[in-house]
């Protein structure tokens, strides 16, 4: 049995799809305001309780293997970096021991362990990832440098648009993974011998540079882009406007900076070091777009 918590979000929905494409059972970790219908009807066991909660988490541990925490503040509506990126996590972690879970997978974030002090969810994943070192379960921890999936919605737009908004360097590099191959990689972690108490960089094959993105979107729909490419300096603005009036969220937003302010992106010897572990190509952004996107 694996414990899925985030089961909802854009990656935790596609590991549960898949352990149960597999026919593996899983039980999903859901608030009972989210949308779990497509996963009960997919035969997975729908837990409703809230990751803040310890006995909440310590009746999900019942009588489970193997545990993705595939959670996170940014994809929750009640929670910020220090309750959902790392107490929960802390917690969930400290159950997974007492219920004697066999394999702990934490979905962690590249560039964790640069330490950026502006950043709350980097520095929770980090504290996250010492804790799950030190806690004598077996483990594997998986930084990907971003989702495929979070580029849909923007692809979508443009298909009606043409717009793509840039904010920062178009130069910085990244290795955009898709969100399918990460859950893969996710559940086979458990069964996978060489990654055993690992940490892996999780990108996709490709090295691309931010303006790469609407070229891509307009050679998949044919259009010529209308490109938007504000500075930094505008999220800096908004960030001390909303300071005056919101200091957590000011806050927050420090992790959207760093993401937007830096490169992410894996080498070609993490890709091999991937690829050789897992035993699959990697695909690209352009086929995970092309394949979503019905194109």
Do not use: W
């Not at 997974?96 to 969810?121: C, M, W």
């Not at 908004?238 to 200091?247: D, M």
């Amino acid at each position: 049995m694996f414990l899925v918590t985030g089961a909802t979000g854009d990656l935790g929905r596609r590991v549960v799809r898949l352990l149960r494409e597999r026919e593996t059972p899983v039980r999903s970790l859901v608030r009972l305001t989210s949308r779990y219908a497509e996963l009960e009807n997919r035969g997975a066991e729908i837990f409703i309780g809230d990751l803040r909660r310890e006995r909440d988490l310590s009746k999900a541990c019942q009588g489970v293997q193997y545990v993705i925490s595939a959670h996170g503040s940014g994809e929750s509506s009640d929670g910020d970096a220090e309750t959902i990126d790392y107490k929960a996590n802390i917690e969930l972690i400290d159950q997974s021991k007492a219920n004697g879970v066999q394999h702990f997978v934490f979905i962690s974030v590249l560039g964790t362990d640069r330490g950026y002090e502006d950043a709350p969810v980097f520095k929770a994943k980090r504290e996250v990832e010492k804790y799950l070192q030190a806690s004598g379960l077996n483990y594997t921890i998986l930084r990907p440098s971003g989702f495929a999936s979070n580029l849909l919605p923007l692809a979508e737009q443009f298909r009606k648009t043409g717009l793509y908004v840039l904010i920062g360097d178009p130069l910085s590099r990244t290795s955009i993974v898709s969100t399918d191959d990460l859950a893969r990689i996710a559940i086979e972690s458990v069964s996978t011998d060489g990654a055993r108490n690992q940490i892996f960089a999780v990108g996709g094959p490709d090295i691309l540079k931010r303006e790469d993105i609407p070229r891509l979107f307009s050679r998949i729909f044919n259009r010529e882009p209308f490109l938007l490419n504000p500075p930094l300096l505008a999220v800096d603005g908004l960030r001390s406007a909303i300071g005056l009036f919101n200091p957590k969220l000011r806050s927050s937003l420090g992790t959207l900076r760093t993401l937007l302010a830096n490169e992410f992106f894996t080498t070609p010897t993490e890709t091999e070091r991937l690829e050789s572990t897992f035993n699959f190509k990697l695909e690209t952004l352009e086929a995970f777009l092309r394949r979503y996107l019905g194109i």
